[in-house]
């Protein structure tokens, strides 16, 4: 595209968005697709945790780089955007377009277990409970894979009343099995040692 006065770059622009609507000023929120809810509605509730979840990730993502870690980090943050609007929607079209967007399927679970498998190669067997923490980076791991319970336990309760593909609560549950080992794989990259229970 042809660069102009007002857009030098050529590159596609949007209209710029305000920050503030004062849609939401009455307590009530505008859904994705169309329709309002209030805003401790569950629907609410469980896309709100997972874009908790996503900013966790951005944390864990700019303390101590690990270009290893952090890697595996970034596709799922753009996963999370998708599943984000795929719970803020009621309607099924728009579900199965941002499934399709952000690829989560079968496929998509297993790369999540080849990064569990991958990570676990460099650890000890795990024998006992650990205690969460360690480096910053393994800390702030460990703080998103609890944010990332919470929001499975969300998205199941959201699913007791509405129907949702089954493959948003999988991912969720692979992903804070994820997290957790590679919390534990950031504190040993960082040779620091863990604190059982």
Known sequence: ?????RNPSGLATFPAMKIYTKTGDSG????????????????????????ELNA?????RSIELMPRIDEVLVPIQRDLFAIGALLATPDHDKMREQLSKARIDEERIGELE??????????????????????????????????CRRAERRVVRLAQSIELPSLTVI????LSDLLFTLARLANKRAGAGEVTW
């Open 114 to 147: 080849r990064a569990i498998d991958a990570a676990e190669s460099e650890l000890e067997p795990l024998t006992s409970f650990i205690i969460p923490g360690g480096t910053p980076k393994a800390a702030a791991l460990h703080v998103a894979r609890t944010v």
């Open 1 to 5: 595209m042809p660069g102009n006065a």
């Open 28 to 51: 009530a929120t505008g859904l994705f697709g169309g329709g309002r809810v209030e805003k401790d509605h569950p629907r609410v509730e469980a896309y709100g945790e997972v874009d």
């Open 56 to 60: 966790a990730l951005g944390l864990a």
């Open 171 to 174: 991912y969720l549950n692979r």
